[in-house]
């Protein structure tokens, strides 16, 4: 069974950062695109940012330049590195793969 837990996250104020932690469990780790979702109140579900298993990354155009995914298969983990932050970065930012979620993790960009 897969298991993906986030941590990470938290308040931070405009031009903060943050980086979020995502740990797999019950898949081989090096084998899975891994991907980052948000969803802000009210909205939907949207796509952030991927990293195949070659690292090969990709990110949406809101968060281009910003944010930072990155793996460390040593730990079965992967990583947002989230720069500049603005409010309308806040969310719920989920991990998935495998056709898995984790619980997300809230992330508040507020003065």
């Known amino acids: 069974q897969v298991q993906l837990v986030e941590s990470g996250g938290g308040l931070v104020q405009p031009g903060g950062s943050l980086r979020l932690s995502c740990v797999a469990s019950?898949?081989?780790?090096?084998?899975?695109?891994m991907d980052w979702y948000r969803q802000a109140p009210g909205k939907l579900r949207e796509w952030v940012a991927s990293?195949?298993?070659?690292?090969?990354?990709n990110y949406s155009e809101s968060v281009k330049g910003r944010f930072t995914i990155s793996l460390d298969n040593t730990r079965n983990t992967v990583y947002l590195q989230m720069n500049s932050l603005k409010p309308e970065d806040t969310a719920v930012y989920y991990c998935h793969t495998a056709q898995s979620w984790g619980r997300g993790t809230q992330v508040t960009v507020s003065s």
């Open positions: 019950g898949i081989i780790f090096s084998n899975y695109r």
């Open positions: 990293i195949t298993t070659g690292g090969i990354t």
